[in-house]
């Protein structure tokens, strides 16, 4: 699997994991020291310690369902994935420019908001 459909797999992978709120599934697609940077929680989480603080708080913690919309390519290996997130929060449209190493795995995600 290459290109397109890779990304669209491996953000569907993810959707599905923090959907399921299963952490460990979720981890598992990021490489050891990869990075989620997230200036809508003024934080950024390194390596998989930092991921999984990030998952359990604003996953777990808000109980966030995630619907894919849409994915744009944009280079090899990187993909804007655009999302809806709801929760214990309310509603938000969000960005996660995903980028994955040669063996699929994410090593970094750079989130917004819409």
Sequence with gaps: MTGHNLLRAV??????ATNAFDVEAALALFTPDAVI???STGQRFE???G???YLERYFLGYRTVTRFLSI???G???ARVRVDFSGDFGHE???LVLSVDAD???DRIDAELE
């Design 11 to 16: 953000a569907d992978a993810f959707i599905a």
């Design 37 to 39: 940077d997230d200036p």
């Design 47 to 49: 390596a998989h310690a």
């Design 51 to 53: 991921i999984r603080d």
């Design 72 to 74: 744009k390519r944009l």
């Design 76 to 78: 090899e290996g990187r």
């Design 93 to 95: 449209i969000g960005l």
């Design 104 to 106: 699929g795995l994410i």
